[in-house]
């Protein structure tokens, strides 16, 4: 089992700056990527961006340039740096993990609300 906690997410204006942060626990061995994901009022759960145990990145295309996901040195953290934000980044953010040999091996935490202001 792993447990996901979010922090992070406040009221910023546009143009500003965040850090979203997700700590795990539990069975972080068998953790094998990190992901974040958002969500906004009618709209579908969105992939932000992903990282894996070896360190590769992806990036949706409409935060690629402005949002960097890190991890930390013991891989039990992932970070969400958020720069330039804009209204329409703006949605409750997700902290998903794939932990392979942790059964049910997809985790979500409680997520964390970023809202930004024109």
């Known amino acids: 089992q792993v447990q996901l906690v979010e922090s992070g997410g406040k009221l910023v204006q546009a143009g500003g700056s965040l850090r979203l942060s997700c700590e795990a626990s539990?069975?972080?061995?068998?953790?094998?990527?990190m992901r974040w994901y958002r969500q906004s009022p009618g709209k579908r759960r969105e992939l932000v961006a992903s990282?894996?145990?070896?360190?590769?990145?992806n990036y949706a295309d409409s935060v690629s340039g402005r949002f960097t996901i890190s991890t930390n040195n013991a891989k039990n953290t992932v970070y969400l740096q958020m720069n330039s934000l804009k209204p329409e980044d703006t949605a409750a953010y997700y902290c998903?993990?794939?932990?392979?040999?942790?059964?049910?091996?997809?985790?979500w935490g409680q997520g964390t609300q970023v809202t930004v202001s024109s």
């Open positions: 998903n993990v794939y932990a392979a040999y942790s059964a049910p091996y997809d985790y």
């Open positions: 539990g069975s972080i061995f068998s953790i094998r990527v």
């Open positions: 990282i894996t145990s070896g360190g590769v990145t």
